[in-house]
């Protein structure tokens, strides 16, 4: 299993950037995947995650500003991140079970 994300970079607050993650090596249609961050000094948390039905769940810190979505005929999963601010700033990461995890993609949001 190999979960590619990319799409991070450099942004000022409240603009936006999309996050992609490319997964191989797995049925995709039949698997969650989640969005997790880690801020320097934090430990690693859920961002977002995405049900095979396509629910969704976010943390409280991101609701109504991050949406993730999937797209199963591209084995793609994205985040798009809206209204970014300072705080959002993390090494993301994809995940799917059991204990995969893509190499990251660092975010960063400057005021």
């Known amino acids: 299993v190999q979960l590619q994300a990319f799409g991070g970079g450099l942004v000022q607050a409240g603009e936006s950037l999309r996050l992609s993650c490319a997964a191989s090596?797995?049925?995709?249609?039949?698997?969650?995947f989640g969005w997790y961050r880690q801020a320097p000094g934090k430990e690693r948390e859920l961002v977002a995650r995405?049900?095979?039905?396509?629910?969704?769940n976010y943390a409280n810190s991101v609701k109504g500003r991050f949406t993730i979505s999937r797209d199963n005929a591209k084995n793609t999963v994205y985040l798009q991140m809206n209204s970014l601010e300072p705080e959002d700033t993390a090494v993301y990461y994809c995940?799917?079970?059991?204990?995969?995890w893509g190499q990251g993609t660092l975010v960063t949001v400057s005021s």
């Open positions: 995405i049900f095979v039905g396509g629910i969704t």
């Open positions: 090596g797995i049925i995709f249609s039949r698997t969650t």
């Open positions: 995940y799917a079970p059991l204990d995969y």
